[in-house]
């Protein structure tokens, strides 16, 4: 392992890992030291180490190939442009290289330099800055021209919020006798490219009704208006009399109701389409708007009074309740017909979306998505066959089974019951779910199973079930081909009661405006307990509930703040570090002038040849080459800089930023079933899997979110009452934010 130090101006040095001879990371050498020179007058360049330390120089080019010292002063005799090279090499073999280029002329020769001031504003990522950068220069002698050029360019996925601007984009001119400095200004604002994303509440509505149109974006500032426009509908087909608007965005959200109006002229069904104006690629979101009842002569239909869950349940009831109905020019019976109660058509046939028997053979939703609107129009399956009966039996029996199986049973056991019956099986008593298949009449060898659907042939009829699912051979999920397979149902857990949490905030003894301790107990906790946090003593403030409260058994209890203070034991003085000796001085004098101010610093060893050439010290200093005599200044304790016009150009880094602690995170679970009234939900609803999170206390005005750092907005699918786990009944979004809490209140009060 190398030993090195932490950087070139650091007197600390550290142990690098990894093997030995390694390079090191962020280490190099640069050189230091004019650009032009006057032939036979000297010039000196200086080898800067950057990261690590050198024990040898090389250095190549002119006048000084082959040297080997830290710093060379030389001269050339002949004029032209001359490069020189330095290689420095560390402790482990490792070497670090650097040229520059001096032009030398025996006439007096000057440099323009450029200085280019960056005040764009938004990330560097979004724009390249070409042609001439910053600290470029060009030599000549008087009478030579110069020229600058600066270029600005926006970069792929970004957008200028204010121009982007050279100024000026060009310098040019003609030297005299003096060097020139000149400056290019950037500015403008640049910003990562916004995304959109249009939803609605529907996608399908009746005329007269409203829908809810959602945006979200990204990289959005709040306050941004967003224009859209609706197409495929007329302007007077909506209430608000416009067919364009805008959404105000407000943390990268915002939505909009569009209302329809229900008139007296047969359209059919149309689709009207909101689109974001100037947005590529095109963002748009499309809604059907349905008739609710076309003129023309009613017709009835025989609907079943009671939905379900399965068609197969639909199918195998008798539609026996009435309902009305007119068709729209160019419509047939079926999907997007609007249903009525009554005769006169002003009253939807009421419906919530469940299946329903429709006519004497088709099944499909009603009020899915409007009331009374029929949707997933279905014939329904032939009817099954009669009933079979397993005969009681015991002793040894014997059936023929499918030796394949199917890894699902197909609608109805389709699948498995189209299976070949090959093999012969075997099993005592009577057989059913939970008997045990052999292969054998002894019953000493196992059918086994892979756990899919296998057929069976029991008494002359054809049944499916899964054979090994559970265990070896045992048949699970029995059923006659041509039926349903009813699920075992789940056995709902006990729930286990939360215990009671009680909370506790402690303050430092005796300070009114001292620290603050929150914690937590299972217990009830005295007010007259006093604790001891990092040696400091607390006594009871409140009963105030804190999310990033700790177990009050972490930390040691007392009955007072007195017994707890003398518990604390006397901080011990610390033993001083004692000042390193400094033994090795040196004269620096004051860069601005070169004789105004002369001072000495010392160092703890012998630098030699690595005295910094330049140091801060409230003012740039220079060194002179000369040893001193005697300072209380440690040199290692300054900032060094290669030269005077690096020290007084250089500032010191920005004081990072702190990351802020998020806010404490609660978290519950709601139903995804809905109910618009909420003793309904009480009392139907039981099944809580949607996870939601929000900060400090659940309740009317808590915004809730899809993610534990709160960054995105819970937004449901439909706005009516849901049910938390631990029996509170609220809504979400209704009051025209999205996500936030109203209408908050608990079953038992229901």
């Known amino acids: 392992m190398a030993t090195v130090k932490v950087n070139s101006r650091s007197p600390y040095y550290v142990t690098a890992t990894g093997t030995e001879g390694d390079t090191i990371a962020n280490a190099s050498v640069s050189i230091s030291g004019p650009s032009i020179g006057v032939t036979n007058s000297n010039i000196t360049l200086?080898?800067?180490?950057?990261?690590?330390?050198?024990?040898?120089?090389?250095?190549?080019?002119?006048?000084?190939?082959?040297?080997?010292?830290?710093?060379?002063?030389?001269?050339?005799?002949?004029?032209?442009?001359?490069?020189?090279?330095?290689?420095?090499?560390?402790?482990?073999?490792?070497?670090?290289t650097a040229s520059k280029t001096v032009s030398w002329s025996a006439n007096a020769q000057y440099e323009a330099t450029l200085t280019v001031t960056n005040n764009i504003s938004g990330p560097s990522a979004g724009y390249t800055i070409g042609g001439d950068l910053n600290n470029a220069v060009v030599t000549g002698e008087a009478g030579d021209s110069y020229s600058f050029t600066t270029t600005l360019a926006?970069?792929?996925?970004?957008?200028?919020?204010?121009?982007?601007?050279?100024?000026?984009?060009?310098?040019?001119?003609?030297?005299?006798?003096?060097?020139?400095?000149?400056?290019?200004?950037?500015?403008g604002t640049v910003a990562l490219n916004a995304g959109y994303t249009l939803t609605s509440r529907f996608d399908d509505i009746l005329e007269g009704d409203a829908v809810r149109f959602f945006l979200t974006t990204t990289n959005l500032p709040s306050g941004t208006s967003v224009p859209y426009t609706i197409t495929g509908i007329q302007q007077s087909d909506l209430s608000l009399g416009s067919l364009t608007g805008a959404f105000i965005v407000d943390s990268n959200n915002a939505f909009r109701d569009i209302g329809t109006i229900q008139d007296s002229s047969v359209e059919g069904t149309e689709t009207m389409t909101m689109t974001l104006d100037n947005i590529s690629p095109t963002v748009s979101?499309?809604?059907?708007i349905h008739e609710g009842a076309c003129p023309?002569?009613?017709?009835?239909?025989?609907?079943?009074?009671e939905g379900h869950s399965t068609s197969q349940n639909a199918c195998s009831e008798t539609a026996d309740t009435t309902a009305y109905y007119t068709l729209c020019p160019g419509q047939s019976f079926g999907n997007d017909v609007i249903l009525w109660a009554d005769q006169d058509l002003t009253q939807p046939y009421a419906s919530?979306?469940?299946?329903?028997?429709?006519?004497?053979?088709?099944?499909?939703?009603?009020?899915?998505?409007?009331?009374?609107?029929?949707?997933?129009?279905?014939?329904?399956?032939?009817?099954?066959?009669?009933?079979?009966?397993?005969?009681?039996?015991?002793?040894?029996?014997?059936?023929?089974?499918?030796?394949?199986?199917?890894?699902?049973?197909?609608?109805?056991?389709?699948?498995?019951?189209?299976?070949?019956?090959?093999?012969?099986?075997?099993?005592?008593?009577?057989?059913?779910?939970?008997?045990?298949?052999?292969?054998?009449?002894?019953?000493?060898?196992?059918?086994?199973?892979?756990?899919?659907?296998?057929?069976?042939?029991?008494?002359?009829?054809?049944?499916?079930?899964?054979?090994?699912?559970?265990?070896?051979?045992?048949?699970?999920?029995?059923?006659?081909?041509?039926?349903?397979?009813?699920?075992?149902?789940?056995?709902?857990?006990?729930?286990?009661?939360?215990?009671?949490?009680?909370?506790?905030?402690?303050?430092t003894c005796n300070e009114p405006g001292g620290g603050i301790t929150s914690v937590f107990s299972s217990s009830q906790i005295s007010t007259s307990t006093v604790i001891k946090d990092n040696n400091e003593c607390r006594e009871y403030l409140d009963s105030q509930q804190d999310p990033t409260a700790v177990d009050i058994s972490t930390f040691e209890n007392y009955r007072n703040c007195t017994v707890c203070e003398d518990s604390i034991p006397p901080t011990p003085?610390?033993?001083?570090?004692?000042?390193?000796?400094?033994?090795?001085?040196?004269?620096?004098?004051?860069?601005?002038?070169?004789?105004?101010?002369?001072?000495?610093?010392?160092?703890?060893?012998?630098?030699?040849?690595?005295?910094?050439?330049?140091?801060?010290?409230?003012?740039?200093?220079?060194?002179?080459?000369?040893?001193?005599?005697?300072?209380?200044?440690?040199?290692?304790?300054?900032?060094?800089?290669?030269?005077?016009?690096?020290?007084?150009?250089?500032?010191?880094?920005?004081?990072?930023?702190?990351t802020p602690t998020p806010p404490g995170t609660n978290k519950t679970k709601i139903s995804s079933q809905i109910r618009s009234d909420e003793t309904d939900l009480c009392e139907e609803v039981n099944v809580y899997d949607v996870g939601i999170y929000?900060?400090?206390?659940?309740?009317?005005?808590?915004?809730?979110?899809?993610?534990?750092?709160?960054?995105?907005?819970?937004?449901?699918?439909f706005i009516a009452f849901v049910k938390s786990q631990d029996g509170y009944f609220f809504k979400i979004g209704d009051t025209g934010n999205i996500g936030e809490v109203s209408e908050f209140g608990s079953c038992a009060d229901v």
């Open 46 to 96: 200086t080898a800067v180490a950057n990261n690590f330390t050198p024990v040898s120089y090389s250095w190549s080019g002119g006048a000084i190939n082959s040297n080997t010292n830290v710093s060379e002063t030389f001269t050339e005799t002949s004029n032209g442009a001359v490069v020189y090279g330095v290689t420095a090499t560390d402790s482990a073999g490792n070497t670090y």
């Open 154 to 187: 926006l970069n792929s996925g970004y957008n200028e919020v204010s121009t982007l601007t050279v100024t000026p984009t060009s310098h040019s001119g003609t030297f005299g006798s003096s060097n020139v400095s000149v400056t290019t200004t950037l500015t």
């Open 285 to 288: 979101k499309s809604v059907k």
């Open 296 to 305: 023309g002569t009613v017709l009835t239909v025989q609907v079943e009074a």
């Open 352 to 507: 919530a979306g469940d299946i329903y028997k429709i006519g004497a053979s088709y099944y499909g939703r009603i009020g899915q998505y409007n009331n009374g609107q029929i949707s997933g129009y279905t014939a329904c399956p032939a009817a099954p066959p009669a009933a079979c009966t397993i005969p009681t039996t015991t002793g040894v029996n014997s059936i023929t089974i499918s030796s394949s199986d199917a890894s699902s049973s197909g609608s109805l056991g389709a699948t498995a019951c189209a299976l070949t019956l090959n093999k012969p099986v075997f099993y005592n008593g009577t057989i059913g779910n939970g008997t045990i298949l052999y292969n054998n009449n002894t019953l000493t060898s196992i059918f086994g199973g892979s756990g899919g659907y296998y057929r069976l042939s029991i008494n002359s009829c054809d049944y499916y079930a899964r054979i090994g699912s559970v265990n070896n051979g045992e048949v699970t999920g029995l059923t006659q081909c041509g039926y349903e397979q009813t699920p075992t149902p789940t056995p709902t857990p006990t729930p286990t009661p939360e215990p009671t949490t009680y909370y506790a905030r402690f303050i």
């Open 573 to 658: 003085t610390p033993t001083p570090t004692p000042t390193p000796t400094l033994a090795y001085f040196r004269q620096y004098v004051d860069c601005e002038t070169g004789l105004d101010v002369l001072k000495e610093y010392g160092s703890t060893t012998d630098l030699g040849s690595g005295w910094p050439q330049t140091i801060l010290d409230g003012i740039c200093m220079n060194d002179t080459g000369n040893s001193g005599t005697s300072s209380s200044i440690n040199i290692a304790n300054l900032t060094h800089y290669v030269d005077c016009t690096q020290c007084e150009g250089g500032t010191a880094p920005p004081t990072p930023t702190p």
């Open 694 to 717: 929000y900060s400090g206390t659940l309740g009317d005005g808590t915004y809730v979110y899809s993610d534990n750092g709160l960054t995105t907005i819970y937004q449901p699918q």
